[in-house]
């Protein structure tokens, strides 16, 4: 029979610990896990600015001013998130970064603006982040229609929609490259990850904990004879460097380009109610509405904030949910430690650019595991949604299915407006939509609950 807590003489009761989400870790051991989510969503962070910058007409080194600025404002959106101010924050472990939903909506808002193409998106970015931030409330009331059967299709959909990511950084992350998909980069993957499964094997205690960003140093030492390993960026970049308030100049406000990235911010808070339902069963302390929206607040508030130092929209990075998931280090302190090194890389080029030595191949293969996690957390979760009941495999089956239609068939929405593609083209959302809709008719609306029926209890109950 479990310890009974023990009680003041007050009779109020007094927990014997923290729980592990509030818990504080050693200097070294904070630091370490900490980097290791940093390297985890690092490729995550540069990547849109890498693609935005050149299609929008920057230079390299305004791209590269892009990069560092996003790891900057990455890191004080993982503070807001985790440390928490007022009502902001989920105060989880729950990783900010510059979300990939904007990339193509950017890249269309910047097409003939010239040199006032930043500025437009940055504008539009930060009146979708405000409207966010009021509606923040609203998104979090609606956790009562995210039973275990919506949730665990919405986390499987999660880690299934990631993967192809990872199999395209193993393939060598470049497909205009000669060597993109080569034996070679495959090959350095696939030792990666059977360096990530070994270590996960055989290593006990904290070094199991950081298996992986142990396997991402392991991988790019075995890469640097191999000449797959880049110090260019290393010997080129500057010791310290700020990213100056609105560097490339003062916002500017257009209709359409705000409507666009509004509708981004929706899908922005769509997907990341879901990872943060998600990490709240994973950590044990099951995500309410109040969480949910704390937070939202903080996404949206972080995203409303990262144009002022020449950030994007900011989102929750589903990657170190799996990463969370597989180490078992729950602290929300050890996500703030990564986003107090991320703010550091954004301000020492040089500090950044030794993590970007990382191949992709090497990512790759550390990827695989990590957003492989991810999907087995909504299978697991799956496992306890009822199945046995007709209607809740029916939604699971549909939703699975309209969700991976992005990944499997990547040009099945071409010929629809590209408004709708902002949401159609993102797996996690239409299948998220799709099985909360499809719960609402068959569990709530016009049926009575039954015993099988999850709806009334929190989706995250073990």
Sequence with gaps: MADAPRFRKDAVAVPDEKHPVDETLPPFKMFTSGLQHVAAMYAGVVAPPMIVGPAVGLSATETAFLMGASLFTAGLATLLQTLGIWKIGAKLPFVNGVSFAGVTPMIAIGKGQGHDAVPVIFGAIIVAGLVG????????????????VVTGTVITLIGVSLLPVAFNWSQGGNRTAADYGSMKNIGMAALTLVIVLAMRKFLRGFLQQISILLGLVAGTLVAIPLGMANFDAVRNADLVGFPTPFHFGAPQFQVAAIISMCIVMLVCMTESTADILALGKIVGRPADAKTIEGGLRADTLGSALSPLFNGFMCSAFAQNIGLVAMTKVRSRFVVAAGGGILILLGLCPVAASVIGVVPLPVLGGAGIVLFGSVAASGIQTLAGA???????ALIVAASVGIG???IAAPNFYHAFPKDLLVVLDSGIST???????????????GSRKTAAEPAAEPAFVH
């Design 404 to 406: 991976l239609i992005p």
């Design 431 to 445: 299948g998220c939509v799709v099985a909360i809709l499809l719960n609402l008719a068959f569990n709530h609306l």
């Design 386 to 392: 009822a199945m046995e009941k007709g209607e809740n």
């Design 133 to 148: 931030f009021l509606a923040a409330p609203y998104f979090g009331r609606l956790v009562r229609f995210f039973p275990p």
